[in-house]
């Protein structure tokens, strides 16, 4: 598999774990959700947590969803000021209500002028038409698709260089990615 540039996308996971799960997702995806709300938490307890592994987000919001692409740029305005995994899961569990985005804002506390801001002027709207054409590019098809690769190269740890080992096209169980992290842990 060929390696790949995910950009300044969220990662979460120890700085020390060598391989990384990049995930291609959709706030309005109802596979997305249920990855995100019944398998995410097994692979963030077993891998992430253990330091075994990063997690990656990359926006994949598909044309039949239209207020995806904004949830995604929300998702990045959150991101600007520490809260990008809080949103996310706030995203996921409410895929039904994604008209008013400053409301999660809200809850989670944030600075409501800059988040506004930063959504009201798109700042992240290039951002997430850039992941759309990485996930084209690597023939993500539908979401939720899945990247498991090595980070950077033998010089230098960097995340947003992905090296890809295996790859798993949508809502698997956590059985399924069990058994593809547990192959490439024990292949490093």
């Known amino acids: 598999m060929d390696k790949c540039d995910i950009g300044d996308n969220p990662i979460l996971g120890s700085e020390s774990a060598e391989l990384i799960m990049v995930e291609f997702s959709d706030y309005q995806c109802p596979f997305c959700g249920r990855h995100a709300r019944e398998t995410f938490p097994g692979i963030k307890e077993e891998y992430i947590d253990k330091g075994q592994i990063r997690y990656a987000v990359v926006d994949q919001p598909l044309p039949m ?51 506004d801001d930063c959504l009201n002027t798109g700042k992240y709207r290039d951002a997430v038409s850039k992941n759309i054409t990485l996930a084209n590019e690597l023939g993500m098809n539908g979401v939720p698709g899945f990247i498991i690769g090595t980070i950077g190269t033998a010089n230098e740890n960097d995340p947003s260089k992905v090296t890809g080992i295996s790859t798993i096209l949508g809502a698997m169980p956590l059985a399924t990615f069990k058994q593809e992290l547990d192959s490439a842990l024990s292949g490093r």
């Open 65 to 115: 969803h239209p207020d995806a692409p904004k949830a995604a740029e929300a998702a990045h305005c959150a991101k600007d000021q520490g809260r990008f995994w809080e949103i996310h899961e706030a995203l996921m569990s409410n895929q039904e209500a994604l008209k008013d985005l400053s409301s999660y804002a809200k809850a989670l506390n944030l600075n409501m002028v800059e988040f």
